[in-house]
């Protein structure tokens, strides 16, 4: 077994997300971790483009903003322990969202094809993600339908 980075460890095993997998699930969620770092300011990627991994926020913070109508709408902002990219990677559709860092951060990246074997052992989980992606798109949808033109 190969040795764990500490902070994929110490998210996996904290963050509801994964209470859909057992001990062993989680530990091989772990070990597809790859820890990668932006500055202030960089954006990781824009809405509508082809997206093919998920990230967790290990420190920092990053901006979530939706296109409405040519201006960009910040519908969120997330933390260490949150997660973000996870319909790209679960569904193959585009992303949903621009996501800026707001702060140097440290982020865990998954790469969808491990992602997608783990996640035929584990349906729960893959069910769970489509649903927290399907729950902000909805969310996203009603801030831009309630903001003033």
Known sequence: MMKLDPRAEALVFRNKVFFFLDEAGRLRF????????????????????????????????????????GVPLRVGELKPGQFFGEMA??????????VTALEDVELLAFEREPVQALLKDYPKLRELLGKVGLARSEDSLQKILHTDP
Not at 53 to 62: H, I, L, R
Not at 89 to 98: E, F, Y
């Open 30 to 69: 772990a070990e597809l971790a790859r820890p990668v770092a932006y500055p202030r300011g960089h954006v990781l990627f824009r809405e509508g483009e082809k997206g093919d991994t998920f990230y967790v926020v290990a420190k920092g913070t990053v901006a979530v903003d939706v296109d409405d109508n």
């Open 89 to 98: 990677t679960v569904t193959n559709q585009p992303r949903s969202a621009t």
